[in-house]
T-cell receptor
Framework: NAGVTQTPKFQVLKTGQSMTLQCAQD?????MSWYRQDPGMGLRLIHY???????DQGEVPNGYNVSRSTTEDFPLRLLSAAPSQTSVYFC?????????????FGPGTRLTVL | RKEVEQDPGPFNVPEGATVAFNCTYSNSASQSFFWYRQDCRKEPKLLMS???SGNEDGRFTAQLNRASQYISLLIRDSKLSDSATYLCVVKRGGATNKLIFGTGTLLAVQP
């Protein structure tokens, strides 16, 4: 199993550009989520999904869109990039059902917006 | 006030030392508790879950005090390879798997 994969690893955007961060998992996990990590802030939840066709907002959803057309894929779209979106983005997945199910994280995407 | 608070450190300790990390959470409805480890420029990985009765995994011991809303992690006989950031993580109740992360405590084990 590859686990959780993310592409690209690094990206530099100009203000106003749009792009999609890709996330895929091969563990048949129902739950997938996107976090951003900023210095001094910890990881913060952007959007999450409890299954194909179902998504919901986390703590910091503004400026981001998601969709979940398959169990495996959960892309994150930046609509019009802003310097405040410079961050490290992590995708995670887990089984649903138990409150102690482990969340597995992808290796992250380091995004810089100029 | 952050929902999950940790001392950011850094904790600089010699090899073989015992070190303890503390964490407090503010939402009394929090359901599950974890310690994750994050190496520099890497993704977080689950170190251990924290159960009400306390639990141990080798050199690592985790404790939970629901009344005080306090979680701890004790590392005995520190190794160089323990150097990392330790994240206190709380899961809210309900049908979702939302995790709330502390900002992490940096541990540097010195030779």
């Amino acid at each position: 199993n590859a686990g959780v994969t993310q592409t690209p690893k690094f990206q530099v955007l100009k203000t106003g550009q749009s792009m999609t961060l890709q996330c895929a998992q091969d563990m048949n996990h129902e739950y997938m989520s996107w976090y951003r990590q900023d210095p001094g802030m910890g990881l913060r939840l952007i959007h999450y999904s409890v299954g194909a066709g179902i998504t919901d907002q986390g703590e910091v959803p503004n400026g981001y869109n998601v969709s979940r057309s398959t169990t495996e894929d959960f892309p994150l779209r930046l609509l019009s990039a802003a310097p405040s979106q410079t961050s490290v983005y992590f995708c995670a997945s887990s089984l649903a059902g138990s409150s102690y199910n482990e969340q597995f994280f992808g290796p992250g995407t380091r995004l810089t917006v100029l | 006030r952050k929902e999950v608070e940790q001392d950011p450190g850094p904790f600089n300790v010699p090899e073989g030392a015992t070190v303890a990390f503390n964490c407090t959470y503010s939402n009394s409805a929090s359901q599950s508790f974890f310690w994750y480890r994050q190496d520099c420029r890497k993704e977080p990985k689950l170190l251990m879950s924290v159960y009400s009765s306390g639990n141990e995994d080798g050199r690592f011991t985790a404790q939970l005090n629901r009344a005080s809303q306090y979680i701890s992690l004790l590392i005995r006989d520190s190794k160089l390879s323990d150097s990392a950031t330790y994240l206190c993580v709380v899961k809210r109740g309900g049908a979702t798997n939302k995790l709330i992360f502390g900002t992490g405590t940096l541990l540097a084990v010195q030779p």
